[in-house]
């Protein structure tokens, strides 16, 4: 099996100069976990993850390491949202993309995954524009679909043999 079979084609995809209040709505209502950032030719420019966005709310290590309590300062939680608000796409983008290619084999994407500690990965065309989007729920669907198959054409043998 190849990426292009089991990959998800219907994508979201934003561009760099989307709000990053879009960006959350998109994230959060519709139940995604990334979202590629193309340019007007659909080339891929970077993407953006749920941790993307809730790690820059959070302090970083050295801050944290700073606050010898460890307790955080939630108004300063409060104003990093604040500031995040007037942010784009483009702004916190990540610009290096692990992706795959629609005719990579499946285990290839989910290894690739698995070593990045990625749940996603957006599928490329030839030219470099975003196709589809490939997870780990998506292999583990259709490999689980694959052997519930095979196990089901192994019963029938089994009882025409009988009969």
Same mark, same amino acid.
């Given at each position: *099996? ?9 994508? %979201? ?8 209040? $879009?960006?959350?709505?998109? =994230? !959060? ?8 950032? %193309? ?5 891929? +420019?970077?993407? /953006?993850? @749920? &941790?993307? =966005? +809730?790690?820059? =709310?959070?302090?970083?290590?050295? $801050?944290? !390491? =700073? ?6 300062? !939630? &108004?300063?939680? &409060?104003?990093?949202?604040? $500031? ?8 916190? *983008?990540?610009?290096? #993309? ?19 500690? +990625?749940?996603?990965?957006? #599928? ?6 975003? /196709?589809?989007? /490939?997870?780990?729920?998506? %292999? ?9 198959? @095979?196990? @089901? ?11």
């Amino acid at each position: *099996m190849n990426v292009a079979s089991v990959m998800s084609s219907h994508i %979201i995809t934003t561009s760099p100069g989307t709000p990053v209040s $879009e960006l959350w709505r998109l =994230l !959060f209502v519709k139940h995604i976990n990334a979202i590629p950032v %193309i340019d007007r030719s659909r080339s891929l +420019l970077g993407i /953006i993850t @749920k &941790e993307d =966005l +809730l790690q820059g =709310l959070y302090p970083d290590y050295q $801050e944290y !390491f =700073l606050d010898a309590t460890g307790v955080a300062d !939630f &108004e300063v939680m &409060e104003n990093k949202v604040r $500031e995040m608000g007037s942010k784009t796409a483009g702004d916190i *983008m990540n610009k290096k #993309v692990i992706y795959t290619r629609a005719d990579t084999p499946i285990m290839r994407a989910l290894s690739r995954m698995i070593v990045r500690s +990625l749940n996603q990965l957006p #599928v490329l065309s030839d030219d470099n524009t975003v /196709i589809g989007m /490939i997870t780990k729920g998506d %292999i583990f669907k259709a490999l689980f679909k694959k052997t519930l198959i @095979k196990q @089901k054409v192994q019963k029938k043998a089994k009882k025409r043999k009988k009969a």
